[in-house]
């Protein structure tokens, strides 16, 4: 994310605020847009307090800003799509030419069916009102904007405009692949056709054309009894969202359901030793600045550095201290992409997979192979990512080889993948001080361009 240009497009959208807060509601104004509030040595007027609040103002906090100032709706069209596509995750690889072939197969009858909804989704993701339009429309009672456009051409005369020629006017064909992605599952929502039917057939109909770049219109829940439908890759599997993520453990959890019905989980002891992530996590995944956000929250932490730095602290302090390569690969990990962190998945380290109360001797045959993971990430689109750092100890007793050790392992590694999750394994002998920085770059600038997770 480039955080220099972030920073400049929210400082010159504040300071245009000026006149709509005054010099004692500065501190008031700071506070809900989660800014850090200027010194009293940096006086002045009022542009310049509320630029020097956004210089105060971390890398790590930006995010949480820009998403405060979207909410607040006060944006130009250009600023709100420049600040978007700064800080949504990328989306998956939609090229030119398939985004072309969905237009022609689409019919401009079939587009939508409501019609006031159908115009305020193209007004969220694109321009058709530019600032200088707006001006001249006060001395031409003519809309010559984008929107009177659509009106004119779209919904008065229809049949004027293909659908080809409506997504070029809009810029769809050009458009980051993160915003045409939300245009499509805009257009298949019920709120554009509150008609499962044609839900269904738009789905059907653009899946023909997305099927050659690995992607689909999937079902992935309901909304107001209508199917959601979520853009993902093809070999993405299907399955749930995530219920219990109980991770950051450095013992066995003592866990009981207080409502098996609703799958309430309380930890009866040593309640400090593991956390469970009690929030929704959407398609976009878990990112560090949510997961830092969920901790904050839970703690009454009133900064977000000290929420940042005892948040890490805790889940290295999780890692065990006889696994030098694993601390090392988290170490490296945050040090590598330091200043992409707060966007990138939250790298969780010690996550629960299976949990029994009885121990694998009680269990005898029937036990659960592999109750833990190393590290998981939750990527965007529901891709689950196992990373396993192994020692020794996964192949062998003492010094000697172990078959049996060897065949649990490779037999939970295909048990995980059958269930979806994509599996990754390194030699604990890789992740030294001298190849270990090299090896989990490497990794992770491959693994998130295959995952289409922009760093």
């Known amino acids: 994310m480039d955080v220099v240009r972030l920073r400049n497009v929210i400082s010159c959208n504040i300071t245009a605020l000026k006149d709509t807060v005054s010099h004692v509601d500065i501190p008031q104004f700071c506070r809900k847009l989660s800014l850090v509030e200027p010194t009293m040595e940096q006086g002045g007027t009022k542009r310049e307090r509320l630029d020097a609040a956004v210089t105060n103002t971390p890398d790590t906090a930006l995010v949480g800003v820009a998403e405060r100032l979207l909410a607040e709706n006060v944006l130009s069209a250009k600023d709100r799509n420049v600040i978007q596509d700064l800080i949504w995750p990328s989306g998956p690889p939609i090229p030119k030419r398939f985004r072309h072939d969905i237009a022609r197969k689409l019919d401009i009858d079939d587009l939508f069916i409501d019609a006031r909804n159908f115009n305020a989704l193209l007004d969220r993701l694109f321009i058709l009102t530019p600032d200088e339009f707006e001006m001249f429309a006060i001395f031409d009672a003519t809309d010559r904007s984008l929107k009177g456009q659509i009106t004119q051409h779209v919904h008065n005369n229809r049949g004027d405009w293909t659908v080809e020629e409506l997504f070029e006017r809009l810029g769809a064909f050009e458009t980051t692949d993160r915003r045409f992605a939300s245009f499509l599952e805009g257009l298949v929502s019920a709120d554009i056709l509150p008609d499962i039917t044609k839900q269904g057939s738009f789905a059907a109909t653009v899946n023909e054309v997305l099927t050659g770049c690995n992607l689909e219109l999937r079902v992935t829940g309901e909304s107001n009894g209508y199917p959601l439908y979520t853009l993902m890759p093809k070999d993405s599997a299907p399955q749930s969202r995530p219920k219990n993520l109980i991770f950051a453990s450095e013992v066995k959890p003592d866990l009981r359901f207080r409502d098996a019905i609703d799958n309430d989980i309380e930890?009866?002891?040593?309640?400090?030793?593991?956390?469970?992530?009690?929030?929704?996590?959407?398609?976009?995944?878990?990112?560090?600045?949510?997961?830092?956000?969920w901790?904050?929250?839970?703690?009454?932490?009133?900064?977000?550095?000290?929420?940042?730095?005892?948040?890490?602290?805790?889940?290295h302090g999780s890692l065990p201290k006889n696994s030098p390569p694993q601390r090392l690969f988290f170490d490296q990990y945050h040090k590598l992409f330091s200043q992409s962190i707060p966007q990138l998945p939250a790298l969780l380290p010690e996550v629960w997979l299976h949990w029994d109360p009885q121990t694998v001797k009680e269990r005898g045959v029937d036990a659960l192979i592999r109750s833990r993971m190393d590290f998981l990430m939750l990527l965007p689109n529901g891709f689950r990512v196992v990373m396993e750092i192994d020692g020794k100890q996964h192949y062998s007793t003492g010094e000697r080889p172990d078959p049996q050790k060897y065949a649990e392992m490779v037999s939970a590694d295909r048990d995980l993948r059958i269930r979806g999750y994509q599996v990754f394994r390194f030699g604990g002998a890789e992740l030294n001080e001298e190849t270990g920085a090299q090896v989990v770059k490497s990794f992770f600038d491959l693994m998130f361009r295959r995952f289409g997770v922009s760093s």
């Open 267 to 293: 930890i009866v002891s040593n309640a400090d030793k593991v956390l469970v992530y009690d929030l929704a996590i959407s398609t976009h995944g878990l990112r560090w600045c949510e997961l830092q956000s």
């Open 295 to 315: 901790w904050k929250e839970r703690n009454c932490i009133e900064t977000d550095d000290e929420a940042k730095n005892t948040l890490y602290r805790r889940l």
